[in-house]
């Protein structure tokens, strides 16, 4: 009798544990895992939808075990504070861009210089493949999911073309961040503003032009108060905007959402730098029909520019060697894959 206590005993134990075990199991298997997501486009902006589309998706091939909320117009951080943002768990996922926090990411800091980019796609793709095989301790406090770049960054004047060197000098123009040396290498006077305020400055005669994508033609509407695009591809700058989520969240996924988030940030790569890409067709285009003129420079004028602006890579070169980084191996590699990309 004794011996038969124990046996049910015994099996009402294993039993117990059984279901606690398949409880816990069924619960990991449910869990839900919920995120928010910063960025500072405003919600129309298609890079704004492609975040949204990022969220639905990510949500849907987990089977809603991730659920990712969009805050859109720097309303959850700052743009400038979106990296830091991130660091400190205000935002789990976000993306901003490197060169609004100068010095914060050194080594990075060849992004937004004047490297002669001739699409996003180039820029995106080198920044990507700059950030695997040099792997920056700057942006280890985070998970990079993936880096992008703007479509290049030309001249653009409101009044007076420029087709050599010496047409800008004493010109205002506008230039943000990293674009001040360069700008000031050709010849120009840096004015700094954000994009928001160019339209006004340009209208006023505050400024007389400045450097940004063929993109900000439509979608700031800056065709309208510019005649002459300056197509100095020569000397294109472009901008590297990080995608991060905070380190502990991701270490908090389980392998199989992790590895799921990889695959889709591989996708997500292509179509961020088709869609800049696009962006700058349209703004061309919007440019084009309002009779704007655009002004493509020679060979050996492009040769000039790139001589005026060698000094600011110099001077990141040296900028870069004080603090023991390799500068001269991430500007070398830069350029020749730029060289041997596809225009």
């Not at 943000?176 to 010849?187: D, E, F, K, N, Y």
């Not at 400024?207 to 700031?220: H, Q, T, V």
């Not at 440019?287 to 520019?305: A, D, F, H, M, V």
């Not at 060697?321 to 991430?330: A, C, I, T």
Request: net charge positive; hydrophobic share 40%.
């Amino acid at each position: 009798m004794k011996g038969l206590t124990r046996f049910m005993f015994i099996l009402v134990a294993t039993a117990f544990v059984l279901v606690v075990f398949v409880s816990r199991e069924s619960a990991a298997q449910q869990k839900a895992y919920t995120m928010n997501y910063a960025d500072y486009f405003p919600a129309p902006h298609k890079q704004a939808i492609l975040v949204d589309q990022w969220c639905k998706e990510i949500e849907k091939r987990t089977d809603g075990k991730v659920k990712v909320t969009p805050f859109h117009g720097a309303t959850l951080t700052p743009a400038p504070m979106i990296y830091d943002g991130v660091t400190k768990g205000i935002a789990d996922i976000g993306m901003g861009t490197l060169g609004y926090t100068r010095g914060r990411f050194p080594l990075s800091e060849f992004t937004d210089h004047p490297l002669g980019y001739p699409s996003s796609r180039v820029a995106t793709k080198l920044f990507n493949e700059y950030y695997k095989r040099f792997k920056p301790k700057e942006l280890d406090e985070v998970k990079v999911m993936y880096l992008h770049g703007i479509g290049p960054a030309l001249l653009h004047t409101a009044k007076k073309p420029v087709s050599k060197l010496e047409d800008l000098k004493g010109l205002k123009i506008r230039a943000s961040g990293l674009q001040v040396a360069p700008t000031r290498a050709l010849g120009a006077s840096p004015v700094g503003m954000p994009i928001s305020d160019v339209y006004d400055a340009l209208s006023k005669g505050v400024a007389d032009g400045g450097f940004f994508p063929y993109e900000a033609l439509d979608g700031w509407k800056l065709g309208e108060v510019i005649k002459n695009t300056t197509e100095s591809y020569p000397t294109a700058m472009s901008s590297g905007l990080f995608v991060v989520m905070n380190k502990k969240k991701w270490e908090s996924l389980p392998p199989d959402i992790q590895k799921i988030i990889d695959q889709l940030n591989e996708e997500w790569v292509e179509k961020v730098a088709k869609t800049w890409d696009d962006i700058d067709k349209e703004g061309k285009d919007f440019s084009l029909k309002l009779g704007n003129k655009t002004i493509p420079l020679p060979n050996q004028e492009g040769e000039r520019w790139k001589k005026a602006v060698q000094p600011v890579l110099d001077d990141y070169v040296k900028m870069t060697k004080e603090q023991g980084l390799p500068g001269d191996e991430v500007l070398k590699f830069a350029l020749d894959y730029i060289k041997k990309s596809p225009r």
